[in-house]
């Protein structure tokens, strides 16, 4: 399962892409700045439904469903993934 934090990090991530501010996306998404600067900060441990869906779709992104793995990856699957995205970064 997806933690909240990290979705809240994409979330800042596409929102400074943007060039948004957090009152500007508080508005667009129907959302208090409040809210928004509380989630992006870690201090909110829920948000509903309804609230995520319209910030994502604020940014222009959106919640996938996909089957649930059965178990943890391990320590050698998580460092060969990490070589793995190394090796696309044509800036190396």
């Known amino acids: ?3 909240l934090f990290s979705i ?4 800042v ?5 943007l060039g948004l501010s957090q009152s500007g996306l508080a508005q667009k998404a129907h959302v208090s700045r409040a809210t928004l600067d509380a ?9 509903g439904y309804s609230k995520i869906t319209r910030i994502l ?3 222009g992104l959106e919640l996938k469903l996909q089957e649930a793995s ?10 060969n993934e990490e070589r793995d995205d190394q090796g696309l970064d044509r800036r190396r």
């Open 1 to 3: 399962m997806l933690p």
């Open 8 to 11: 809240a990090e994409q979330i």
């Open 13 to 17: 991530i596409r929102r400074k892409t």
């Open 39 to 47: 989630l992006e900060n870690g201090r909110l441990g829920e948000l």
């Open 57 to 59: 779709a604020a940014l």
């Open 70 to 79: 059965e178990r943890r990856p391990t320590l050698e699957e998580l460092m």
